[in-house]
């Protein structure tokens, strides 16, 4: 391990001696541990020059891999540091999950467990590194991370304000066709768009204005500005429904294509599954 610290060291700065300063040791202790560790590899790391050292090609791919390695570690310790001891289960979740759904059931989970501490990382990137005990998602899930779960498959329904719907004129499910829409467009997380629900119910593409995001909540919020309809998973926007700030503009509806799923890390402690099957068999209670 020493050896590999002088090599970086030495190959960072280019030079025995600054990286001797570096590391407070004298330059034949550096040269000494770069030798011990070319007679070690069966290779040669640096080329000597008159005014310094340069690279051998297999130096390179030494500080390459030294480099990637380190950036791990930091990043395993800012983890550490930023996840406080007592947490007893992590869960990861995408911003709408989140908002809409997932941590109203951490406060009821809460009040029946108020011992068992939780902790949400909110990402829309998928395949994060970050290590969490329970992953909650729309769409397909790495099986071979962990246990995956059927939560449940929900309807897919068009929400509007009711000031938009009289604006527009939308009465049915063909009004939609001409009406402003907004899309979710991602990069990663695959939700159910408009081209994919007209096609379900047997219509053709939209040709009236559309507006694009990259995130759920600012659709849902483009929608209560009047901007456009949105698609909503019925599960998820129940409180949006109930509390009158949008509206399923028509009847019709499709069955969601994929259904949402939890994912359960196999290192999980036995408190992070018990949250698991709390979720599992309490995903449908307000």
């Given at each position: 391990m020493t050896a590999l610290i002088c090599f970086e060291a030495a190959a960072r700065n280019l030079g025995f001696k600054a990286a001797a300063r570096e590391l407070n040791v004298t330059p034949a202790a550096i040269s000494h541990q770069i030798k011990?560790?070319?007679?070690?590899?069966?290779?040669?790391?640096?080329?000597?020059?008159?005014r310094g050292v340069e690279l051998t090609?297999?130096?390179?791919?030494?500080?390459?891999?030294?480099?990637?390695?380190?950036?791990?570690i930091s990043d395993a310790v800012i983890e550490l540091k930023r996840?406080?001891?007592?947490?007893?289960?992590?869960?990861?979740?995408?911003?709408?999950?989140?908002?809409?759904?997932?941590?109203?059931?951490?406060?009821?989970?809460?009040?029946?467990?108020?011992?068992?501490?939780?902790?949400?990382?909110?990402?829309?990137?998928?395949g994060a590194n970050t290590r969490c005990d329970i992953a909650v998602g729309y769409g397909s899930a790495d099986e071979a991370i962990g246990q995956v779960h059927k939560i449940y498959r929900d309807k897919i329904i068009a929400l509007g304000t009711r000031e938009f719907a009289r604006t527009e004129g939308i009465t049915c499910v063909a009004d939609l066709l001409r009406a402003p829409l907004i899309h979710m467009s991602y990069?990663?997380?695959?939700?159910?768009?408009?081209?994919?629900?007209?096609?379900?119910?047997?219509?053709?593409?939209?040709?009236?204005?559309?507006?694009?995001?990259?995130?759920?909540?600012?659709?849902?919020?483009?929608?209560?500005?009047?901007?456009?309809?949105?698609?909503?998973?019925?599960?998820?926007?129940?409180?949006?429904?109930?509390?009158?700030?949008?509206?399923?503009?028509v009847a019709d509806h499709i069955q969601s294509?994929?259904?949402?799923?939890?994912?359960?890390?196999p290192k999980a402690s036995a408190k992070a599954r018990l949250f698991a099957d709390w979720l599992l068999a309490n995903y449908d209670d307000n």
């Open positions: 011990a560790l070319e007679q070690d590899l069966g290779c040669s790391l640096f080329r000597r020059l008159h090609e297999k130096g390179a791919f030494l500080l390459l891999g030294l480099q990637r390695g380190l950036e791990s996840r406080p001891e007592h947490v007893d289960v992590t869960i990861r979740a995408t911003t709408a999950v989140s908002a809409l759904w997932l941590t109203p059931q951490i406060t009821r989970f809460w009040r029946k467990h108020p011992t068992i501490t939780v902790s949400q990382i909110v990402s829309d990137v998928l990069d990663q997380i695959k939700w159910t768009g408009w081209a994919e629900w007209f096609q379900e119910l047997g219509l053709p593409a939209n040709s009236g204005r559309n507006f694009y995001v990259n995130n759920h909540m600012i659709a849902l919020q483009a929608a209560e500005d009047h901007m456009g309809a949105v698609l909503g998973w019925e599960g998820l926007v129940r409180r949006h429904l109930k509390g009158g700030r949008l509206v399923q503009l294509p994929q259904s949402f799923q939890l994912q359960v890390n």
